[in-house]
């Protein structure tokens, strides 16, 4: 069964905006990954938290995560048209004793400039 | 640099014919998966390897088989593709699994199947 769920499906900001994804998902994890998707193309690994962090930056990206929540939180500041992409969370499930990260089926975002 | 490669990039194939999909990495990563995605869709697992171990997913077709015959290379073997196998298929790596930094995927940039 599908583990993360993004929300909103679709987001269409201006250049220069905040936009603000979220991720809900069922059952206990062990970390929690954002993946972003240009059309076409594979995806890109943008962050890792572990269950035991809330917080994490890397540049203009800060993920939140709520364990009590089963939430996670991907915001991207001051957007630019390049950032128009496709956005995942991932968690990673017990699997017979391995952890096979899982995706959501992802947040469309358009930046436009 | 380090990656991870899928050829073809585009792959048009006939109704009922067989069709391979290969993925190489320089990465030297454990673990090779590879996923089905669809327009609109979330990537859905079909199968992984751990080193030489391979893990079918439940719900992954018969008609989809996987080959890896060493570290570097993975192959997808679609024995007699359907309409609706027609998708984008993405091969990933990760070091290894199991709650920290190394469950992080690298993925390739996909081959697109189309089935005519």
């Known amino acids: 069964s599908q583990q993360g769920e993004e929300d909103p499906q679709a987001l269409s900001i201006q250049e220069g905006e905040n936009a603000t994804m979220n991720c809900s998902y069922k059952t206990s994890i062990n970390n929690l990954q954002w993946y972003r998707q240009n059309s076409g193309r594979g995806l890109v690994h943008l962050i890792l938290i572990r269950s035991n962090e809330r917080e994490k930056h890397s540049g203009r990206l800060r993920v939140t995560l709520d364990t009590s929540k089963k939430s996670s939180s991907l915001l991207i500041t001051a957007s630019r048209a390049a950032d128009t992409a496709s956005y995942f969370c991932?968690?990673?499930?017990?699997?017979?004793?391995?952890?096979?990260?899982?995706f959501g089926r992802g947040t469309s975002l358009i930046v436009h400039p | 640099d380090a990656m991870v490669i899928q050829n073809p990039r585009y792959q048009v194939t006939q109704f009922g014919k067989p069709v391979t999909l290969s993925c190489s990495q320089t990465?030297?990563?454990?673990?090779m998966y590879w996923y089905q995605q669809k327009s609109s869709q979330a990537p859905k697992l079909l199968f992984h390897?751990?080193?030489?171990?391979?893990?079918n997913e439940a719900d992954t077709p018969d008609n989809f088989q996987s080959r890896r015959p060493n570290t570097s290379f993975c192959f997808l073997d679609i024995r007699s593709p359907g309409l609706g196998d027609a998708a984008m298929y993405l091969c990933?790596?990760?070091?290894?699994?199991?709650?920290?930094?190394?469950?992080?995927?690298?993925f390739g940039p996909g081959t697109r199947l189309t089935v005519l």
């Open positions: 390897y751990y080193d030489k171990d391979f893990n």
């Open positions: 990933a790596t990760s070091r290894g699994w199991g709650g920290s930094e190394a469950d992080t995927q690298y």
């Open positions: 990465l030297n990563h454990n673990v």
């Open positions: 991932a968690t990673a499930l017990a699997s017979g004793g391995s952890y096979i990260p899982t």
